[in-house]
């Protein structure tokens, strides 16, 4: 977005909200996919789930329930990360972790204030409301709220 805007010559100001606005909606874009990666079905997602658990990928769900979940559950979920082989049992357990440690409704806590400082962005942008860019811009911000509504914490 910044390039585009630097090459239309758009001021400092609004280049900087742009760069906000792609930065906030893309840690939400991530965290989404991370909470989808971990609790959506292979059929729904089109790739093995728990592929994240798997190859140790930090995510903000893993990287919370292993600073809040109990001690004996942080244990299961450090002795599993990394397991190419993990089972869907061990992978159910890790989500149960997750839901239990706060870690699920903080990343979807988190996705929201992104989505609302994504709005609020939005309207500080200098743009006519009905311009295609703001429609582009408005739509990729409204998938990510609906997305983030259609999970149940």
Same mark, same amino acid.
């Given at each position: ?6 090459? !239309? ?10 760069? &906000?606005?792609? #930065?906030?909606?893309?840690? /939400?874009?991530?965290?989404? +996919?991370?909470?989808?990666? /971990? ?5 729904? %997602?089109?790739? $093995?789930?728990? =592929?994240?658990?798997?190859? #140790?990928? $930090? ?9 809040? !979940?109990?001690?004996?559950? &942080?244990?299961?979920? &450090? ?5 190419? =082989?993990?089972?869907?049992? *061990?992978?159910?357990?890790?989500? +149960?972790? %997750? ?5 699920? *409704?903080? /990343?979807?806590?988190?996705? &929201? ?6 709005? *609020? %962005?939005?309207?500080?942008? $200098?743009?006519? $409301?009905? =311009?295609?860019?703001? !429609?582009?811009?408005? +739509? ?10 259609? %999970?149940?914490?």
């Amino acid at each position: 977005m910044q390039m585009g805007g630097s090459l !239309a010559g758009l001021s400092s100001k609004t280049l900087e909200l742009l760069q &906000r606005l792609g #930065n906030v909606s893309g840690l /939400a874009f991530q965290i989404l +996919d991370d909470i989808t990666g /971990a609790f959506a079905t292979e059929v729904e %997602i089109g790739k $093995p789930v728990y =592929s994240d658990f798997k190859e #140790n990928k $930090p995510t903000l769900l893993t990287v919370y329930a292993l600073q809040h !979940a109990s001690q004996s559950d &942080r244990q299961f979920v &450090r002795d599993h990360l990394g397991t190419p =082989s993990l089972t869907a049992a *061990d992978g159910s357990q890790i989500t +149960d972790i %997750i839901k239990r440690s706060g870690a699920l *409704d903080y /990343a979807l806590e988190t996705v &929201r204030s992104y989505v609302t400082e994504a709005y *609020d %962005i939005l309207k500080k942008l $200098p743009c006519s $409301p009905s =311009s295609k860019g703001r !429609a582009v811009i408005s +739509d990729v911000v409204e998938y990510l709220s609906s997305k983030a509504s259609q %999970i149940p914490s």
